[in-house]
């Protein structure tokens, strides 16, 4: 074996990924096809749970200090949701995919993995021990697993014929990143009586400090073939019709079309080798969900991988990926549809459409509705399927981020291993053959509000409450040593 594990793309995905099976002491190769780091802006934003996710390895505070990062104003639908509507600690951020990726790229720089690029992937072979990648220059790795984390046109899932389900692309709209003059428009979207809309999101500053932002686009006669190129005139013509004159485009650094196309993988493994990010699922870009859910695929992925090449994991402990992620994908993937519907994409003011999100703008306001579409928006709302590990209301959620008086939740998080919290000191000899996977701690002040939890090394509650702790170790964390 040349690894353990092979990563295929160097994205957020691949990159998250690929922290995560250091942070597992798991040997790993990352590999990208391009020369270097694209520089073009993509996703805008992180969600709080991709936030809590990242305080668990200890990387929030450092990303945040990449540069200004402010708490950005959430939305559905574009209707826009209070900031603090979710009543998170780590409420939703705007920092742009690209400082993500920069700032990943130097963290694994830091611990000694450096992506090799220009190694494009073009074939693929698993047997019972292993898979072997082939790179268009002629040479091959070997590793116990291969992450195809290679993006929306996956070469690994075409070469594994996977089963990529859903609905094509039925229009295009404009994604552009731009510098902007006149008035300011207030609003993030604005839609004309005429179906001719935009849509407008911070993406920082130039190197002179000047604001960008992502422009979207859409309306009557703007789907054009995704291949067509954008022109200056048509943002410019875009942006009178939606704003009038008082906007002005100043400078267009980057523009595409992007399709509404939803599809996502039938099966997230295949025997040694599996699918994550946009390799997994594809649909339209609203609210940094693509990046953010591949993210998550990541931090579900790695401590899993870890375990089997440690030799501890269940024999179903690799086929909860997919279980887990498979619906917490679909989730997203029903959300976006559902927006782009009640956003009129298509520009049709179709009247069925206008009536129902105006009944939907209505019932948006509600409190208990707005709770429920902020923790959607924060990645919170995610529940996984934990059967045979308990019935307590927190199971499969992700653990809260309690103080527990010398140490918060989180933090203990950053080890890697799961969290045992006993506060009442009941499960020391239980929890012993364990050690080294699961750290058991007492030290939980009275006032800390918790019972005793089991917490996986991705942050999420595997056990909670009376019994069930031994079966539940052995569910998770594999036969006792
Ligand atoms: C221009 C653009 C704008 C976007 N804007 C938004 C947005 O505003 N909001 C939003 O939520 N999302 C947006 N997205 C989507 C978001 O960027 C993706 O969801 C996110 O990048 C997914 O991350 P990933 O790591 O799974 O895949 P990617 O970021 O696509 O990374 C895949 C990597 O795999 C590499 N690769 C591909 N094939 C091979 C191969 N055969 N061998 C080796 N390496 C390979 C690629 O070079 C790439 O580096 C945008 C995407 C694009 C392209």
Not at 180 to 201: K, Q, V, Y
Request: proline share 6%; glycine share 12%.
């Amino acid at each position: 074996m040349d690894t353990d594990v092979l990563v295929v793309g160097a994205g957020p995905t691949g990159m998250t990924l690929a922290n995560e099976l250091l942070t597992a002491g798991v040997s790993t190769l990352l590999v990208d096809r391009m020369a270097r780091r694209s520089g073009l802006s993509k996703a805008g934003g992180v969600q709080s749970r991709t936030l809590e996710a990242l305080d668990q390895r200890g990387l929030l505070e450092p990303l945040l200090a990449t540069g200004d990062h402010p708490v950005a104003a959430g939305h559905f639908a574009g209707i826009p949701l209070p900031l603090d509507s979710d009543g998170h600690r780590l409420p939703w951020r705007s920092v742009p995919q690209v400082v993500i990726e920069g700032f990943f790229e130097r963290h694994l720089a830091e611990h000694g993995l450096h992506a090799r690029r220009d190694h494009e992937l073009t074939g693929l072979a698993q047997d019972e021990d292993g898979v072997t990648a082939a790179f268009a220059d002629g040479s091959a790795l070997r590793a116990r697993h291969l992450v195809a984390a290679d993006g929306a046109h996956s070469t690994v899932r075409s070469l594994l014929r996977a089963a990529f389900p859903g609905q094509p692309g039925t229009l295009t709209i404009i994604a552009a990143d731009v510098r902007l003059g006149g008035t300011d428009p207030a609003a993030s979207h604005t839609w004309n009586e005429d179906g001719h809309w935009a849509a407008l999101f911070p993406l920082g500053t130039d190197a002179q400090g000047r604001p960008l932002r992502r422009l979207v686009l859409g309306g009557p006669g703007r789907s054009l073939p995704r291949e067509t190129p954008v022109t200056e005139d048509e943002i410019r013509d875009g942006l009178t019709t939606v704003f009038g004159t008082g906007v002005r485009l100043l400078e267009l650094r980057y523009a595409r079309r992007i399709t509404n196309a939803s599809r996502q993988v039938e099966r997230y493994r295949h025997g040694r080798v599996f699918l994550a990010g946009d390799a997994a699922h594809v649909h339209l870009p609203l609210g940094a969900q693509g990046m953010n859910t591949g993210m998550q695929d990541a931090f579900n992925l790695g401590w899993k991988l870890g375990a089997a090449v440690h030799g501890w994991a269940p024999e179903h402990l690799l086929d909860t990926y997919h279980a887990e992620r498979h619906p917490a994908g679909a989730a997203v993937l029903r959300n976006v549809r559902a927006q782009s519907l009640l956003m009129d994409w298509a520009g049709t003011r179709d009247p069925d459409v206008l009536a129902t999100r105006e009944v939907f703008t209505a019932m948006a306001q509600l409190p208990d509705v707005r709770r429920h579409l902020a923790d959607l928006m924060s990645g919170t709302a995610v529940r996984y399927p934990m059967p045979g590990t308990g019935a307590h209301p927190l199971v499969g959620r992700p653990a809260p981020d309690l103080d527990l008086g010398t140490a918060r939740v989180h933090e203990l998080l950053r080890s890697g291993r799961g969290v045992l919290l006993d506060p009442a000191d009941a499960f020391a000899k239980l929890a012993a053959p364990w050690t080294g996977r699961v750290d058991r701690t007492d030290r939980v002040a009275p006032g800390a509000g918790t019972g005793p939890m089991l917490i996986r090394p991705d942050g999420y509650v595997c056990w909670a409450g009376g019994d069930g702790l031994e079966a539940a170790l052995g569910h998770w964390f594999g036969e006792p040593s």
